[in-house]
């Protein structure tokens, strides 16, 4: 007798990053204009806004790929080498996790006016504009309010439909032809919806020999729907 279940094994999943896999909508493509025309940049330093999940880690590997910059996260700045940082192009993700931390914001200003004395650039990352970050510090909180932002907004039909199948992709699952088109009529439209959907339907195929496809992705969102205050945002 055979079993339509299977053994579980799971793979692990590694996000493709590179220029090639960056798809382009017009939810994204002034962003990725402002990243390609990065020497352009006035006074050198930018910040790219968007919510969790909208492709800033992606554009930021790009630029740092580009123009050979360094990266770090914004919360490991105190026990960074700043003066090595700032002897090149540096890219500093997820600033709004460092608001009201003094030493973090102390060593972002000090980087900041390293980056920019020496002729480098300065390439930062958060989910809100400078105007909305609660820094502490005075000189900081004004030298990110002079920055140049780019924005990516929430994803239309086409880079939905995208960015659905790179996910799916980075997971090594094949969903049915129907999935993605179903999916896209019937999900919350934002970003991070889009990867708790993936997420939830690559852990309900696991073990199963149909895989990912229609009814499972129905049953899927409708479980995530039911589950209201947890759905992300």
């Known amino acids: 007798m055979t079993s339509d279940r299977q053994m579980p094994l799971p793979l692990p999943t590694e996000q493709a990053l590179g220029r090639a896999d960056y798809f382009v909508s017009s939810a994204n493509a002034m962003a990725l204009a402002l990243i390609d025309g990065w020497r352009d940049w006035s006074p050198r330093k930018l910040v790219l806004v968007g919510p969790a999940g909208a492709g800033k880690t992606h554009l930021a590997r790009i630029w740092a790929q580009e123009s050979w910059a360094n990266t770090l996260a ?23 996790e460092i608001a009201e931390d003094r030493a973090a914001e102390e060593a972002l200003f000090h980087l900041h006016n390293l980056v920019l004395a020496q002729g480098h650039t300065l390439l930062m990352t958060a989910d809100t504009p400078p105007v909305e970050w609660a820094l502490t510090l005075p000189d900081l909180k004004s030298r990110m309010m ?48 889009a990867r708790a959907i993936v997420t939830a339907l690559d852990a309900a195929a696991l073990g199963t020999a149909k895989g990912v496809n229609r009814p499972l992705a129905q049953r899927v969102l409708a479980q995530l729907e039911q589950a209201g205050e947890n759905l992300p945002q």
Not at 75 to 96: C, K, Q, S, W, Y
Not at 146 to 160: F, I, K, R, V, Y
């Open 74 to 96: 914004a919360r490991d700045l105190v026990e960074a080498d700043i003066p090595a940082l700032a002897e090149g192009n540096v890219v500093v993700e997820d600033v709004t």
């Open 146 to 193: 002079g920055c140049q932002t780019a924005t990516l907004s929430e994803p239309d039909d086409t880079l939905l439909a995208a960015l659905l199948a790179k996910l799916f992709a980075d997971r090594q699952i094949v969903p049915t032809p129907k999935v993605i088109p179903y999916l896209i009529r019937h999900m919350p439209r934002s970003f991070a919806m």
